[in-house]
C-alpha cells in the first residue's frame, strides 16, 4: 500500500492512505539505514498488520526518494541534519500588521531559506483591517519586485482570502511565521481546518503537545498545509556566510560583479553590491538585513568553535 507520511514520533510514524490513518513502525533494513529514515512529507510503501476501524496499523518498508526538504540541526545525538518535512511544493511566509507588527529582517531569512533550496516562497501580510502604516507599505513594495508575490489578508473583514486559496489549491504548502499573526484563523477560514489540532492526536504519547511537532494537515480539495513550528531553529540551517548574497536574489544579481570572488560585501573595495545600493537598485534595508543575517551566521559559527 502506498501512503504520505503525516506525523513523525520517537517510535513510530502516522501513513495517511486512501483517506485513512495508520500508525506505522518501520522494516529493520530502514531503521539502519542513515539518520532521517523516514520523514513528514515521504511517500512509502506499506503493510497493513491492522485494518480495523479502531486500530490501523502497519509497517513501512520503503521510502520513495525526497525531491525537496527542510531540515534543522539536530538536538541530541549524532548526525547534524534532522529533516523536519520532505516534498513540500511552496513557502508561505505569514506576518501581520500589528500584534505583532512584521519584522522584514525575520522575512528575508525566511525567504532566503526557501531561496537557498529552490522552494518558491510568498508572503502573507494579515490583519489589513489594522490599517497599513506607511513605513511598512514603502517597505513591502520592495518584494515583487524580487520576485516575491505579496498577498494581503484580513481573516476579520475578509479580504484577499480567495487570493490566498487559490495559491494554496494542490499544493503542499509550509505555512511560518511568529506566532499570533493569524496563521491558524487563516487556514480554518480558508480550507476549514484547525491545525491547531493534529488529526493525529489520538495517536500522540500522552503529555506530548501536537503543536511542537511538524504536522501535515491535508486539506479535501487535494492540498496540504505543513506546520513547522520554530522557524527560526530551520531558516538558516546549514547556510555558510558565502552562500548568504546568493539567496537573495536582489543582491546576487550584481555580487558576481564584485572585485573579490569572495567579497562578503562589508568592507571590500569594489564591492559592486555595495555600488548598487549607492546607485538605489538594491533596496537599503534589504542590505541592512544581508548584514544582519551575516552576522547572526558568523557568531554562529564563532560559538561552535
Ligand atoms: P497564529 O498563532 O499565527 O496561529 O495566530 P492565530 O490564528 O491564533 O491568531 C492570533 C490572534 O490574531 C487571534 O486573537 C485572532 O483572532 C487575531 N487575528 C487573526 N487574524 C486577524 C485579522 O485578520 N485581523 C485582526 N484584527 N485580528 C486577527
Ligand atoms: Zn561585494
Not at 480495523?52 to 518498508?61: I, K, L, P, S, T
Not at 487559490?166 to 491558524?184: C, D, F, I, N, Y
Not at 572585485?259 to 534595508?285: K, N
Request: glycine fraction near 10%; include cysteine.
Amino acid at each position: 500500500m502506498r501512503g504520505q507520511v503525516v506525523f513523525r514520533s520517537s517510535r513510530n510514524v502516522i501513513v495517511l492512505a486512501d483517506g485513512n490513518s495508520y500508525r506505522c513502525d518501520l522494516a529493520g533494513r530502514l531503521r539502519k539505514k542513515g539518520r532521517n529514515p523516514v520523514v513528514v512529507g515521504d511517500w512509502v510503501e506499506f503493510n497493513i498488520t491492522s485494518d480495523a476501524a479502531d486500530v490501523r496499523e502497519g509497517q513501512v518498508v520503503s521510502v520513495e526518494e525526497r525531491k525537496v526538504w527542510i531540515s534543522r540541526r539536530r538536538d541530541v545525538g549524532k548526525g547534524r541534519e534532522l529533516i523536519l518535512a520532505a516534498n513540500i511544493d511552496q513557502i508561505g511566509c505569514v506576518f501581520s500588521v500589528g500584534f505583532p507588527t512584521i519584522k522584514f529582517g525575520t522575512l528575508d531569512r525566511l525567504l532566503m531559506a526557501g531561496c537557498s533550496r529552490e522552494i518558491p516562497s510568498f508572503l502573507i501580510l494579515n490583519k489589513i483591517d489594522l490599517g497599513i502604516p506607511d513605513e511598512i507599505e514603502e517597505r513591502l513594495a520592495i518584494y515583487p519586485k524580487i520576485g516575491i508575490d505579496l498577498i494581503r489578508t484580513s481573516v476579520v473583514a475578509g479580504d484577499g482570502l480567495d487570493e490566498l486559496a487559490e495559491r494554496l489549491k494542490g499544493q503542499a504548502t509550509v505555512l511560518t511565521g511568529p506566532s499570533g499573526v493569524g496563521k491558524s484563523s487563516l487556514i480554518a477560514h480558508v480550507l476549514g481546518i484547525d491545525i491547531r489540532i493534529s488529526p493525529v492526536s489520538d495517536y500522540n504519547e500522552k503529555g506530548k503537545h501536537t503543536t511542537t511537532a511538524v504536522t501535515w494537515h491535508p486539506a479535501a480539495d487535494g492540498s496540504a498545509i505543513i506546520d513547522t513550528p520554530g522557524f527560526r531553529d530551520w531558516a538558516l540551517w546549514g547556510m555558510d556566510p558565502g552562500e548568504l548574497a546568493a539567496a537573495m536574489p536582489d543582491l546576487a544579481s550584481v555580487a558576481n560583479r564584485c572585485h573579490f570572488r569572495d567579497c562578503s560585501h562589508r568592507e571590500e573595495p569594489d564591492c559592486a553590491v555595495r555600488a548598487a545600493v549607492e546607485d538605489g537598485d538594491i533596496h537599503p534595508l534589504r542590505y541592512r538585513s544581508y548584514l544582519g543575517i551575516l552576522d547572526s551566521v558568523l557568531q554562529r559559527q564563532e560559538r561552535k568553535r
